[in-house]
């Protein structure tokens, strides 16, 4: 039934299509919004029957309605949608650091601090010299002094080893997974992606200087303070808001915290400040220091599905497919060396921790994943080194395209096996008013209702 529901949809987004001009246009994001919602949600439903993660039946479908494949979808509609994908992120790291509670996480910081030296850190430099030893495969690095290369190499390895707390959040929910591999990995993509923006923002000014640009080191130094103690402070003042606002009132909760997400993801961009980390910090302070987490938790789990259904829909649409037939060779070389790192790094990284057995085996698997954070690197990159970042990015892209289609599965296999999937108490509704005693006469010793006599 979901196939033809699918099929039925997609033929009535073509018919619908021959009204549109099939550029940017209010009407044709609007459409494209509701096709998409409604599309991946059947398919996603479909992927869940034959035991495959639901996100990735999602970016299967903005991979096929999508501006590569059947056209459903346009490049500009798609571009037009990202809106959703920076209110997503927020809403998925909001969720993320209500998922960080220090009591209870205490026991493994010591497992996550190891595993980001080890295994994230590791990797980096792996990936970096792999770089490196095949640079006659990748054209833009030909013509590179050996001191150029090193450097693109290790800006190119911070873009690869980026990793998606969004994927992860998103499979530990429709598992309800919980337990120390999924705490563990979630908390290790989390702090990784912020070492991650922390590194290519140095690595690239660095870059830049050997290849001749002239980085301004202040300029860098205070640009990355402010993105890093200026979203911690915006983020501490968000939560707050939210708190007094969940506490005070009781109703429309859902579209408020939307809004505010959007809020982040906007305003928070023109005043460069990194959406992730505000949200992040705004989730934890309210887990840790109020007691609106469990309500907060609540309205976002009623509310998101839409937002989440959207983001990775256009981010399987904005993959970039034609590029996989020029970079193939080197793009699976990373995609293995990279998770070979991740795997033996994190295996290795868990048994200096001392962690569980089940850590030990699977939590290496939340690290494979990619979306937002390295399509975004990559266009950063094309940007910051326009010289050859066209074809670096046509590299990074392939790899995030792999790894998006195949880690969301293989995670989902290692919850499974893990067997924390469904050990996630439900989150706590907000409590309901009891209703008043009634008036009527107490029940009498020999009466039906009488607690005396059972029933």
């Given amino acids: 039934m979901s196939i033809l529901i699918v099929l039925a949809l997609g033929g009535l987004m073509h018919a619908a299509g021959s009204f549109t001009s099939g550029s940017y246009s209010t009407a044709a994001t609007a459409l494209a919004f509701g096709f998409l919602v ?14 495959l993660p639901k996100l990735t039946g999602y970016i299967a479908t903005g991979i096929v309605a999508g501006p590569y494949v059947a056209k459903l979808v346009t490049e500009p509609v798609a571009q037009s949608l990202s809106i959703f994908g920076g209110v997503a992120v927020s809403l998925i790291s909001l969720s993320g650091g209500l998922e960080m509670e220090f009591r209870s996480m205490r026991p493994l910081f010591k497992t996550i601090r190891w595993v980001t030296l080890v295994a994230v850190l590791g990797t980096t430099l792996l990936l970096a010299l792999t770089a490196f030893l095949v640079r006659d495969l990748l054209p833009f690095m030909r013509t590179l002094d050996t001191a150029q290369a090193l450097v693109i190499s290790l800006v190119l390895a911070i873009v690869m080893v980026a ?3 969004a994927v992860v959040m998103a499979i530990r929910t429709e598992l309800a997974a919980d337990g120390p591999a999924s705490k563990t990995a979630l908390g290790v993509v989390i702090i990784a992606d912020l070492v991650v923006i922390l590194l290519f923002a140095v ?10 640009g002239g980085a301004d080191v202040g300029e860098t130094v205070k640009a990355l303070a402010w993105e890093i103690f200026g979203s911690v402070g915006a983020g501490v003042l968000i939560g707050g808001v ?10 429309g909760g859902g579209l408020f915290i939307m809004a505010v997400c959007l809020v982040i993801a906007e305003v928070g961009r023109r005043l460069h400040l990194d959406a992730l980390l ?3 910090t705004a989730g934890i302070a309210i887990r840790n220091f109020t007691r609106t987490g469990d309500k907060l938790h609540h309205e976002i789990e009623a509310s998101s599905l839409p937002i ?8 399987g649409a904005t993959i ?5 037939k020029d970079v193939w060779l080197p793009a699976i070389i990373f995609v ?7 795997l033996v790094g994190s295996n290795l990284a868990t048994r200096i921790a001392g962690a569980p057995p089940e850590v030990r085996r699977y939590a290496g698997f939340g690290l494979l994943p990619q979306a937002g954070l390295a399509l975004a690197l990559s266009m950063l990159f094309a940007k910051t080194f326009p010289e050859f970042g066209a074809d670096a990015s046509a590299l990074t892209l392939g790899i995030v395209a792999i790894n998006e289609i195949v880690a969301p599965a293989l995670d989902r296999l290692a919850v499974v096996r893990s067997g924390e999937a469904g050990k996630a108490a439900p989150a706590e509704a907000p409590a309901a008013v009891a209703p008043a005693p009634s008036p009527e006469r107490a029940p009498a010793p020999g009466d039906a209702r009488s607690p005396e006599k059972p029933m």
Avoid: D
């Avoid at 293995?336 to 991740?342: I, L, P, Q, T």
């Fill in 203 to 212: 690595a690239s000014s660095v870059g830049k200087s050997v290849l001749g």
């Fill in 38 to 51: 409604l599309t991946a949600f059947f398919v996603g439903r479909f992927f869940k029957a034959v035991r």
């Fill in 336 to 342: 293995v060396v990279r998770a070979v790192g991740f």
């Fill in 308 to 315: 989440y259904i959207v983001f990775f829909a256009v981010a």
């Fill in 278 to 280: 505000v949200s992040l």
């Fill in 242 to 251: 939210l708190a007094v606002y969940l506490r005070k009132v009781k109703e």
């Fill in 320 to 324: 970039h497919l034609s590029v996989l």
């Fill in 163 to 165: 990793q998606s707390p």
